[in-house]
């Protein structure tokens, strides 16, 4: 268990869905150890996929960069103590229409 309360860095999510992630992440906290941020990840992860559809990303760490891409409304980054949760639901690329710009072009 790391003590501490969650400090929230950056987040455009609703207000419950925040509340959701931060209680997941004391309560998963409750049952690992901090050096197990993959089984931590893992389990935040799995958890949203199932409250909210999949999709959903999360990296687990005392020290990480990110640069991701994210779908409106799903992305929070918070603390505990000394451990950082990025938590995201992944943003595809837009699809292509394959019969825009590609006369004559042959797969």
């Given at each position: ?42 389990v935040i992860k799995q958890e949203f996929d199932k409250m909210y559809g999949g ?29 950082a949760i990025l938590l995201f639901r992944g943003s595809a690329a837009p699809e ?12």
């Open positions: 268990m790391l003590e501490g309360k969650a400090v929230i860095g950056e987040t455009d999510m609703l207000q419950t869905m925040q509340d959701d992630a931060l209680q997941l992440a004391a309560k998963t906290l409750d049952f690992f150890d901090v050096n197990e941020a993959t089984d931590i990840a893992r999709g959903w990303q999360c990296i687990v760490g005392t020290d990480f960069g990110s640069f991701v891409t994210h779908c409106y409304g799903s992305f929070i980054h918070f603390s505990i103590g000394s451990l292509i229409d394959e019969f825009s710009g590609l006369e004559g072009v042959k797969a």
